[in-house]
């Protein structure tokens, strides 16, 4: 499963941006579709997942300030992004655990930078 990544770049601080990722490939179903972030000198850490479409899990710190989404037509997860502050800098990489004709299967993006500056 391959997936593409968009909407990062510079932001102010307290502004807001949109990541999206659109999966494509062989797969019978995309189970968990998520956002995880990678700060420099730490280790990657999620962010925000989506399971079923429906189910949201959130990180403490974006609580009330990131939302999640996805559009199944499209296999497109968003997250949206308010009020952002410095420490959201990071590279943001999309996650899926999909289902395979045959065997399960997860897959990362290649990574969308955010930087949040004053």
């Known amino acids: 499963v391959h997936l593409v990544e968009s909407g990062g770049g510079p932001v102010q601080l307290g502004g807001s941006l949109i990541l999206s990722c659109t999966a494509s490939?062989?797969?019978?179903?995309?189970?968990?579709m998520g956002w995880y972030l990678q700060a420099p000198g730490k280790q990657r850490e999620m962010v925000a997942t989506?399971?079923?479409?429906?189910?949201?899990n959130y990180t403490d710190s974006v609580k009330g300030r990131f939302t999640i989404s996805r559009d199944s037509l499209t296999n497109t997860v968003f997250l949206q992004m308010n009020n952002l502050e410095a420490d959201d800098t990071a590279v943001y990489y999309c996650?899926?655990?999909?289902?395979?004709?045959?065997?399960?299967?997860?897959?990362w993006g290649q990574g969308t930078r955010v930087t949040v500056s004053s």
């Open positions: 996650y899926v655990e999909y289902m395979g004709f045959s065997t399960p299967g997860e897959s």
């Open positions: 989506i399971t079923g479409g429906t189910r949201t």
């Open positions: 490939g062989r797969f019978f179903t995309l189970e968990v």
